[in-house]
């Protein structure tokens, strides 16, 4: 599903090039669980955003399902992300002035599907993680887990192949965490590649391979 | 693009932010406002001023005798020049292009009045002597009887057309005038009609209370030889009255001997220069009109474009998170643009409806009668094109925030907390 192979990245951090991905390569295969820890700076986010084709890399390459990803317009960048990848992130990103049901069709909004089949599809998503009931209320009015697994719903709703989770759990509490931690795990058991940033130990322990990344190589893979 | 989704976003991003939007709103809405009520005003203040010349034509000369300046074939300067009927005979004939010639007099000095009396009624008036054609130099509406005509000169009647006002001071309210006597001078005339002035203010005030007599008659009955006061021309459709007063000039000058370059023996005054330079004034109050109301609008459209920048920056996790999420870069662009076009739309045509209800409302109270101004009113045309080109301006004011909301890096927006 995934494959990586000798990635560079650099970023220009006071007009000095900062090196961040050290010849990186990384095979995830279709439907594994895996996490990515490493401390700040470790280069795990950058290596996020490159899956995520949110960002681009200075060398090597990078295959999603057999695609190569480079240099790909801004508007293929779109439509990959689209159709390929779901994203959970830590503060959510739920638009405020939509309603949960709007937030989670969102995705399909950018498909240019209907606004009555998006909402349709987007109820269903939302019965999965259990917020059906909340359908017309605003993020402001939803709990933390809510939130996230709003947010999961959304990552959900285009049919990835992919999710994305950038510390899905970072800003929620323990028992929180749990739940959410279920949906995800709940999304991987239907055959969904699920790729987890965290930093928290037990967390990572969760998922059926850890990868860790120190100074933007891999120190761990297992 | 055009669906009910932006439509709705576009209305939530504004309602999000009212005080801002109306803010914003206001100098585009003003700056439609006072362009459209200048625009009026112009407009007005033209029509009435023009109006003030009313009818009067506007290709009128007028030629007098004054003292010369210069020495000329034995003649020395300061001598006086008069006209006679010889004078006028060969103006008509010499010169080209004339469509109305009257050469006239006046009783006493310039708009000096003179004892007119119809039994124990009497009243101050000015008396002139005048030939046919001076009805369309100096337009008049009839309203009993009819002008002088060709035969009352030729025969030396002894006929009178009264202005209005000197019907009220001899005549009672209703009173047929034509045919009754009156006295000028101590001399009989018949009244043959009486007119209203076409000209408003002062000038058609001096004509009301105005009466003429055939020019013939008048050098007989007040001892006027055949003298000539002045000659009032107006040029036809082909010369204008510069080159008819600039011909005849040369004829009098060459029959009364004056210099060629001497300014002073003969008087002129030329309505069409007076007309041009008025318009050549309304055409500058235009400019300027267009000039302050555009550069006001285009302040309100840099407004629009400020607050664009504001709110991209403000959305900049938002439209991060949309790009996350697919949304292409022209959904983007097409957002900002049609928030500010829409925006920019919104109170500009408000301002412009505006504009036109106050220009409206004055036009009703001034009324069409309104001697110094005419109604004030923009060309429908021309409001919707400046509306059109205003919508084209928040277009134009949306591009450089589009520009911004395009270049906003999903990664640095998402993880700007």
């Known amino acids: ?44 986010s950058t290596l996020l955003n490159i899956l995520g084709i949110l960002d681009d890399y200075d060398s090597g390459n990078y295959h999603l399902g057999g695609t190569l990803i480079r240099d790909l317009s801004e508007t293929q960048a779109a439509q990959y992300r689209n159709a390929y990848i779901g ?52 993020p402001s009015e939803l709990s933390g887990g809510q939130k996230q697994r709003l947010a999961i719903a959304r990552a959900l709703i285009s049919e990835p192949r992919i999710i994305l989770a950038d510390e899905p759990t970072g800003a929620l509490d323990t028992t929180t965490s749990d739940e959410v931690m279920q949906v995800i795990e709940a999304v991987n058991a ?22 860790t990344l120190r100074d933007g190589a891999m120190a761990v893979d297992g | 693009m055009f669906d009910l989704d932006t439509w709705q976003e576009i209305v939530q991003t504004m309602r999000r932010n009212k005080l801002r939007t109306t803010l914003t709103a206001a100098g585009v809405f003003w700056g439609m406002f006072m362009l459209m009520v200048m625009l009026g005003f112009g407009d007005a203040l033209e029509r009435g001023t023009k109006r003030g010349m009313g009818g009067f034509a506007t290709n009128a000369v007028y030629i007098w005798g004054q003292r010369t300046s210069l020495p000329y074939k034995g ?33 006493g000095g310039y708009q000096d009045g003179n004892n007119v009396g119809r039994g124990a009624k009497t009243g101050n008036f000015q008396v002139m002597g005048d030939m046919p054609d001076m009805r369309f130099i100096q337009p008049m509406e009839m309203v009993h009887g009819r002008f002088l005509n060709d035969l009352d000169v030729q025969r030396h009647r002894k006929v009178a057309v009264i202005g209005n006002t000197v019907y009220e001071v001899l005549f009672q309210n209703g009173e047929d005038p034509v045919g009754q006597q009156i006295t000028i001078n101590g001399v009989s005339f018949m009244v043959i009609g009486s007119f209203k002035s076409a000209m408003p203010g002062d000038r058609g005030e001096r004509q009301a209370g105005t009466i003429h007599i055939p020019f013939s008659t008048f050098q007989r009955a007040f001892n006027y030889g055949d003298r000539v006061g002045w000659f009032a021309i107006t040029g036809d459709a082909d010369a204008s009255a510069t080159q008819v007063e600039a011909h005849v000039r040369a004829v009098l000058r060459n029959r009364h001997s004056i210099h060629p370059d001497d300014s002073q023996g003969i008087g002129s005054y030329n309505s069409e220069k007076d007309f041009e330079k008025m318009s050549n004034l309304f055409w500058g109050i235009r400019l300027f009109v267009w000039f302050v109301g555009t550069a006001t609008l285009a302040t309100g459209l840099v407004g629009v474009s400020n607050i664009m920048l504001i709110v991209v920056r403000e959305r900049t996790k938002e439209i991060g998170l949309r790009r996350a999420l697919g949304a292409t870069p022209f959904s983007v662009v097409s957002l900002v643009l049609l928030e500010a076009t829409v925006l920019t739309g919104i109170a500009g045509y408000s301002g412009l409806i505006g504009g036109l209800a106050l220009l409206q409302i004055v036009s009703v109270v001034i009324g069409p009668d309104n001697p110094s101004m005419g109604q004030p009113r923009v060309d429908l045309v021309v409001a919707f094109g400046a509306g059109f080109i205003l919508l084209l301006g928040g277009f134009f004011s949306g591009l450089l925030p589009a520009q911004r909301a395009v270049n906003i890096k999903t990664v640095d927006a998402l993880r700007a907390d």
């Open chain 1, 1 to 44: 599903m995934i494959r990586l192979e000798n990635i560079n990245k650099f970023y220009q951090v006071g007009g000095k090039p900062l090196h961040v991905l050290k010849e990186l390569s990384l095979t995830i295969e279709t439907g594994e669980y895996v996490s990515i820890m490493g401390s700040s700076g470790s280069g795990k």
């Open chain 1, 190 to 211: 239907s055959g969904i590649t699920v790729i987890v940033v965290t930093h928290e130990q037990d967390i990572a322990d969760r998922t059926s391979r850890i990868i």
């Open chain 2, 75 to 107: 003649f020395q300067p300061g001598r006086s020049i008069d006209y006679n009927n010889a004078d006028a005979a060969a103006v008509k004939r010499e010169v080209d292009g004339i469509e109305y010639f009257a050469p006239r007099n006046q009783l």
């Open chain 1, 87 to 138: 994203f959970v992130f830590q503060s959510f990103h739920l638009l405020p002035f939509k309603n949960a049901i709007e937030n989670v069709a969102l995705p399909l909004y950018y498909r240019g599907i209907s606004r009555k089949e998006r909402n349709v599809t987007a109820m269903d998503f939302l019965d999965r993680v259990g917020l059906a009931d909340r359908a017309h209320h605003l």
